[in-house]
């Protein structure tokens, strides 16, 4: 079965710090990884998706991910943060079987400081 | 290009009415789902269709039903709503791509 794991439930940072969300899943074959964001009252957003292609993943706003399958890890980082990242993210697993259905973890809220 | 569509967007039900989230998707989608956000739970998958005519449930089915009679609808049914329903659902929809593309939600308060 499908399953992920978010770390920290809420995680602040300065304007114009390194963001780190991170997430580690559990699939019992090779998996569909995403990250949503989430702005308030809105509905979720992808801001990238990792297909079995490369490893780094670039999204939009400037994210990007890594898959590390030793790990079971595939961590959100952007270099600098800025007031318009302030949002909710989710990390999610996909399985490419059944009926490909997305498996959400428990979402991160990210602060940003001015 | 409208996408996701959900409606209403806001709904108030007393306990133990009834009542239909309408979906509906113009990307021609094969795959369709219901899920329910709550603070601090991410979402939670409650039904979900892999086609016209074809429904199968998710980890928190129970108090709804679903029906897909076309490819482009996918309406959720509250028979009996409880204050345990209380909660944002979003609707979304999947083809050939990998990712899900999501509705605006639909926040339900029953009281």
């Known amino acids: 079965a499908q399953s992920v794991t978010q770390l920290g439930s809420h995680v602040s940072v300065s304007e114009g710090a390194l963001v780190l969300l991170r997430c580690n899943y559990s699939?019992?074959?090779?998996?569909?990884l995403f990250w949503y964001v989430q702005y308030p009252n809105q509905g979720l957003q992808l801001l990238l998706k990792?297909?079995?292609?490369?490893?780094l993943v670039k999204g939009i706003n400037g994210f990007e991910a890594e898959f590390k399958k030793s790990e079971t890890s595939f961590h959100l980082t952007k270099p600098s943060a800025h007031m318009s990242d302030a949002a909710e993210y989710f990390c999610?697993?996909?399985?490419?079987?059944?009926?490909?259905?997305?498996?959400f973890g428990a979402g991160t809220r990210l602060f940003v400081k001015a | 290009n409208a996408g996701v569509t959900q409606t209403p967007k806001f709904r108030i039900l007393k306990i133990g009415q009834s009542m239909t989230l309408q979906c509906t998707q113009d990307?021609?989608?094969?795959?369709m789902y219901w899920y329910r956000q709550d603070p601090g739970m991410g979402l939670k998958l409650i039904y979900y269709?892999?086609?016209?005519?074809?429904?199968d449930k998710g980890e928190v089915p129970n108090g709804y039903n679903v029906s897909r009679s076309t490819t482009e609808d996918f309406p959720l049914r509250l028979e009996l709503a409880a204050p345990s329903q209380t909660s944002v659902y979003f609707c979304?929809?999947?083809?050939?791509?990998?990712?899900?593309?999501f509705g605006q939600g639909t926040r339900l308060t029953v009281v």
């Open positions: 979304a929809s999947r083809g050939s791509d990998t990712e899900a593309f």
């Open positions: 999610a697993v996909s399985e490419n079987t059944g009926g490909f259905k997305t498996i």
């Open positions: 699939s019992s074959v090779p998996p569909y």
């Open positions: 990307m021609n989608h094969n795959y």
């Open positions: 990792y297909t079995s292609a490369a490893t």
């Open positions: 269709s892999v086609g016209a005519g074809i429904t």
